[in-house]
């Protein structure tokens, strides 16, 4: 027999408890065990006024932008909807069912004062780095260090070419927010100050965005989020926002390793990269004045193509401080005696030395060695030590570890585009930039919590 609805009329009074309708497997649930924000009032206190309306909570407002990157939400529009009508939403944020949901522009107004003055999304971010930290997923061992581009909220019909528009005409006073953090951003070695090297096209929108073609495709405006992790568990121990050029990577590289040191105490003995992080001052920084193994493949250019014999073919005779040529011969500093003893470091870190034009002149090999020029000079880098070191390691087995422990980064920045949807950027400016990567990263580390810690039975 066909049932059918028995209640003709909806029920005066319900007895409904949020609690029980989100399921005890909801990643929101296994989530909330790892958001503490029980010191957000007091350490943003300083940032509130003590006159006027009463804000919107902020405990509120984080609660639904962790909501936002955790479950891939990107519009804070479609957030302040998708809060209104999804229960465990509404329960993460501890909202009852007929608690009002903020106005999207709250997030906006909220985000540009309070919260970034007290720099609440980094506080946010080392938080939950602790937790991970307590609970035992970081070994502190090996680091791996990476970054992606993600596309700016700017696009090639607002720009302008090299020359065109320039930093001087503009008046600090009478520009949009993105404008003036890049003319406040212009002598940070993470933004302005990473390269001389002018780019083709600037936004005027985003300036600080950078024009780009590294990814083969047609270029664009973009910013470049770097992570250092830990590669026991893949935890996100630090993130940096920066220029999406090389030279501020490796800068930033160098940021996160000696702050994760100075915030938790971790001293990693090995620091896993691409050839990128494989230039000589990194690496020198590494071996040198941190004691770190770096394992990233050396960015060297000496190797020749042409058949005649690179710098790999002489053997460096340390206590001499000379090279000895293919030939048998020895490549000084300097031929002749100095009164004054020199040590022979050029501006740009290199050492050089020369053969000598008697030997080359009469050498059988000298069509394969140095057929254009009377003498053969051999450039060694001040950092040579912890280039060979680099190379070395990667002939190592603990390399082809290594390489594959560097493939956790990799997946992490497909994760964050293709799961939290963060492919372009919402924000402007640096700080904008700066903002989405600091949630988005406590939102994978807050999911790997929520995955690898058990929940109590
Ligand atoms: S050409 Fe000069 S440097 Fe090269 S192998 Fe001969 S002697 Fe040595």
């Known amino acids: 027999m066909m049932g059918e609805r028995q209640s003709a009329q909806g029920a005066l009074f319900y007895e409904f408890s949020l609690e029980e309708h989100v399921p005890a497997d909801h990643l929101l649930r296994s989530v909330d065990r790892f958001v503490d924000l029980s010191g957000i009032r007091a350490h943003l206190r300083p940032y509130y006024s003590d006159i006027g309306r009463p804000s919107i909570d902020p ?4 609660r639904m932008l962790l909501v936002g990157y955790i479950m891939g ?12 009508l999804n229960l465990a939403y509404r329960w993460f944020c501890r909202l009852d069912l007929t608690d009002p949901i903020p106005d999207h522009s709250t997030f906006s107004k909220n985000r540009h004062g309070p919260f970034r003055n007290g720099d609440l999304f980094r506080t946010l971010f080392e938080s939950v780095v602790a937790r991970c930290i307590a609970e035992g997923l970081v070994g502190g061992e090996r680091f791996a260090v990476d970054a992606s581009l993600i596309r700016a909220d700017a696009n090639k019909q607002n720009a302008t070419p090299i020359g065109d528009w320039a930093a001087e005409w503009l008046d600090p006073e009478d520009v949009p927010r993105a404008v003036r953090e890049y003319l406040d951003t212009l002598d940070d070695d993470a933004f302005g100050a990473a390269t001389d090297v002018k780019p083709k096209l600037t936004s005027h929108a985003d300036p600080a965005s950078q024009w780009t073609g590294a990814m083969k495709g047609p270029a664009f405006f973009a910013y470049a989020d770097n992570y250092l992790i830990d590669t026991d568990h893949a935890i996100i121990v630090d993130v940096e926002a920066t220029r999406a050029v090389r030279q501020a990577e490796t800068g930033a590289a160098r940021t996160m390793i000696g702050r994760t040191m100075e915030r938790f105490g971790l001293y990693p003995e090995a620091l896993v990269a691409d050839t990128a992080y494989g230039s000589a001052d990194m690496l020198g920084w590494l071996v040198y004045e ?3 193994e770096p394992h990233i493949p050396v960015f060297d250019k000496s190797q020749r193509k042409d058949g005649t014999f690179s710098s790999t073919d002489f053997v460096f005779d340390r206590e001499a401080d000379e090279y000895i040529c293919p030939g048998g011969n020895r490549l000084k500093k300097y031929w002749r005696t100095m009164t004054k003893p020199r040590i022979g470091i050029c501006k740009d ?24 020029q009377p003498a053969r000079k051999i450039a060694r880098h001040i950092h040579e030590g912890a280039r060979n070191l680099a190379r070395e390691i990667t002939e190592s087995d603990a390399y082809v570890a290594s390489s594959r422990a560097r493939k956790k980064v990799e997946m992490l920045f497909a994760h964050l585009k293709r799961i939290l949807r963060l492919d372009r950027l919402r924000l402007r400016g640096p700080n904008g930039a700066r903002d989405e990567f600091h949630l988005a990263a406590t939102a994978q580390n807050l999911r790997k919590l929520a995955k690898l810690v058990p929940a109590p039975v």
Request: with cysteine.
């Open 73 to 84: 939400i990107r519009s804070e529009r479609r957030l302040c909807e998708e809060a209104h």
């Open 290 to 292: 941190h004691g770190i």
């Open 349 to 372: 870190g290199f050492i050089r030395y020369y053969a000598s034009k008697k030997d080359c002149s009469r050498c059988a090999l000298r069509a394969r060695c140095t057929p254009n």
């Open 59 to 62: 405990e509120l407002m984080i």
